[in-house]
């Protein structure tokens, strides 16, 4: 999956089709689940393609038809339910806890830890602990809390947001669990209070497991224990989780964005500054008279000069400085960071990131007002383009698209239509920033390859004018110039 920002020319690369005709044969056949089904039965065979079977364009009646439909149905009824085999090695579990961190437990853990920042990492909304962290990959997904002592339930171990249990749960890498006992009985302290020996956890082997503590959750059951409303504690919106899987799958980094903070009052102006600028406006300014043209009549042997009168209109010029009188809200806020699976990436110090993703669904939102958006891009970090690599790069057409398209601050807002998503740029532009007429002047200062005609004739012009003769066509043919 690529984004906008991608300049990569579709006419530039190669064609993996030879006749679109046939291309538009195979996506009219259906699928031939016969063909999945025997690749399940044969042991050792990784992956393959499944052909794909003729269809018919509307039923006939005959019993060969009839008979190759209820195959195929019954193919695909026996594919569904495949059962998947989990060995101790490959098998994770989870357990859901979701009001273990709201608890007055919870609280008590992270009440005087300076390590512990609730909101950052956002505590509340984890509603998952992992049990089996072999096949797990916690490189990427969940977050241990730090600074969590030896007497406290739970210690050293991660704790997953909704998004991440759901889409590991789906992809069918962990089994998620309602459980019958508390954390305590789970997970409890690796030191007793008062130098008493730790309890011993409740949690039983795989082969040991007879649903004593808890019961497996199904696909559908996670659905319905972590999917919500928009600011339900401990659950995530269906669009924002469809998002997440889809960014997940085609191979990106996805964190969760943390919460925005209020943005920063501007500072009040010195009273020296006051007095100078009154000061100045004591001096009469330069700028173009109340009433004439707006070019001062006279010769001109530049477009700068002309243009630099032209430009009498206040435009918007970006700075580091947030100017936006309001702050973010759903859902016109950054939900997730995003970065491209390039190198090595570590979840507890990740770099910054290559996308600031905002999740909006159609069902209930509209088209964002100009303060909106206005919040949503300076909610962002001040990132300007990056400079050309030499002054004459940086007029070309392409560097000036780059510019734009990049802008000083840039949101990307998923807008998903039922279940249909699709990205879009927004970002401060600047387009007062590209000047774009000092370019005519150097294009007309620019050396040309020969002058036509002059006083003594140049090369390739006609001769100069003289007594001798010199009317043909040559540099240094022309007659004795005066």
Not at 165 to 189: C, H, N, Q, S
Not at 412 to 417: E, P, S
């Amino acid at each position: 999956m690529t984004f906008d920002d991608d300049d990569e020319n579709a006419v530039l690369r190669p064609a993996t089709h030879a006749n679109p005709e046939e291309e538009e044969e195979e996506d009219d056949l259906a699928p031939d689940y016969r063909q999945l089904a025997s690749l399940i039965n044969k042991k050792g065979r990784s992956s393959q393609d499944v052909r794909k079977g003729e269809k018919d364009f509307e039923s006939h009646g005959t019993r060969a038809q009839e008979n190759a439909l209820e195959s195929s149905r019954l193919v695909m009824e026996e594919v569904l339910s495949f059962e998947r085999f989990l060995t101790e090695d490959n098998w994770v579990r989870a357990w859901y806890f979701p009001d273990w961190w709201v608890s007055p437990e919870g609280r008590a853990i992270c009440e005087g830890n300076e390590r512990i920042d609730a909101e950052e990492m956002l505590l509340r909304d984890r509603v998952a602990v992992v049990e089996h962290e072999k096949g797990f990959p916690a490189r990427l997904l969940g977050k241990v809390v730090p600074g969590v002592k030896r007497s406290m339930p739970a210690m050293g171990r991660t704790w997953l947001l909704p998004e991440e249990a759901l889409y590991l749960v789906e992809r069918g890498t962990m089994e998620l669990w309602w459980p019958d006992k508390r954390v305590e009985d789970l997970f409890p302290p690796l030191e007793g209070a008062d130098g008493a020996p730790p309890t011993e956890s409740m949690l039983s082997p795989i082969q040991d497991d007879e649903f004593a503590i808890g019961v497996p959750l199904s696909v559908q059951g996670a659905y319905a224990m972590l999917i919500g409303e928009p600011g339900e504690r401990g659950k995530i919106p269906l669009a924002r989780f469809q998002v997440y899987t889809t960014l997940k799958r085609a191979g990106y980094h996805v964190m969760p964005a943390p919460k925005s903070t209020p943005t920063p009052a501007a500072a009040a102006e010195p009273r020296l500054g006051t007095l100078w600028r009154w000061f100045a406006s004591l001096i009469p300014s330069r700028g173009p008279p109340p009433s004439g043209p707006l070019v001062r009549p006279g010769l001109y042997r530049s477009y700068n000069d002309v243009f630099r009168q032209l430009a009498v209109i206040p435009r918007h010029k970006p700075s580091e400085r947030s100017t936006a009188t309001a702050d973010p809200e759903d859902p016109f806020r950054v939900h997730y960071h995003v970065w491209r699976a390039e190198g090595p990436f570590r979840k507890g110090n990740p770099p910054a990131p290559d996308f600031r993703i905002c999740v909006v669904d159609t069902r209930d939102t509209t088209f964002p007002s100009l303060e909106q958006i206005e919040a949503l891009l300076e909610s962002t970090p001040y990132d300007p383009p990056p400079p050309p690599l030499n002054a004459s790069a940086a007029r070309t057409p392409g560097q000036l698209h780059k510019r734009l398209k990049h802008g000083y601050r840039n949101v990307l807002v998923a807008v998903v239509d039922h279940g249909i998503i699709s990205f879009n740029r927004f970002c401060d532009a600047g387009f007062g920033e590209e000047v774009l007429f000092e370019s005519f002047d150097e294009r007309l200062n620019a050396p040309t390859g020969g002058k036509r005609g002059g006083f003594k004739g140049g090369r390739g012009g006609r001769g100069g004018r003289g007594r001798g003769r010199g009317r043909g066509r040559g540099g240094g043919g022309g007659g004795r110039g005066k």
